[in-house]
T-cell receptor, first 112, second 112 residues
């Protein structure tokens, strides 16, 4: 059974600080990793994906992958109130054409 | 930009009705997916399709069927709607295995 674990939160971060979101996964064969942002009542929006160990930066967002530790993280620099949302971690083991295994999400609150 | 559209944002149906949810993507993606999302349970995969006329069961296929007659369109069918199928239904598509997946806006279905 493939599992993706996230702390449900809420994670409260002051405006302008760095928000750090973490995710662990159980399938060591996982090959691609994704972060989605979901506002209340809306559908998930892809914000980052990472395939290789290390860091990947896109604007204020940095995804970090450590396959040896089976750990993925998302850093949000200079956090804004508009970053308040639920962040879903998703993992694809690449074994077939099936969908992703999603974590249940971390609720992030950016306090002005 | 990838665009995934769903036929309705909100839908109210009666118990026992046959319900059709339609999803269309405009990026020539091979793979398409149907999920449902419920509070506390996260995203759960109902069915997916990796090609026209091909379909595979996901984690919770009971009470649902799907149809993919054209590459851009993937339909979810509730054969006889029940109250426990009240949920947010999300369609998604991607170009192929291990690649990023994009969601439609979702259909909030209420079965009374």
């Amino acid at each position: 059974q493939k599992e993706v674990e996230q702390n449900s939160g809420p994670l409260s971060v002051p405006e302008g600080a760095i928000a750090s979101l973490n995710c662990t996964y159980s399938d060591r064969g996982s090959q691609s990793f994704f972060w989605y942002r979901q506002y209340s009542g809306k559908s998930p929006e892809l914000i980052m994906f990472i395939y290789s160990n290390g860091d990947k930066e896109d604007g204020r967002f940095t995804a970090q992958l450590n396959k040896a530790s089976q750990y993925v993280s998302l850093l949000i620099r200079d956090s804004q109130p508009s970053d308040s949302a639920t962040y879903l971690c998703a993992v694809n083991s690449g074994g077939g054409a099936d969908g992703l295994t999603f974590g249940k999400g971390t609720h992030l609150i950016i306090q002005p | 930009d990838v665009k995934v559209t769903q036929s309705s944002r909100y839908l109210v149906k009666r118990t026992g009705e046959k319900v059709f949810l339609e999803c269309v993507q405009d990026m020539d993606h091979e793979n398409m997916f149907w999920y449902r999302q419920d509070p506390g349970l996260g995203l759960r995969l109902i069915y997916f399709s990796y090609d026209v006329k091909m379909k595979e069961k996901g984690d919770i296929p009971e009470g649902y069927s799907v149809s993919r007659e054209k590459k851009e369109r993937f339909s979810l069918i509730l054969e006889s709607a029940s109250t426990n199928q009240t949920s947010m239904y999300l369609c998604a598509s991607r170009i192929g295995v291990s690649y990023e997946q994009y969601f439609g806006p979702g259909t909030r279905l209420t079965v009374t």
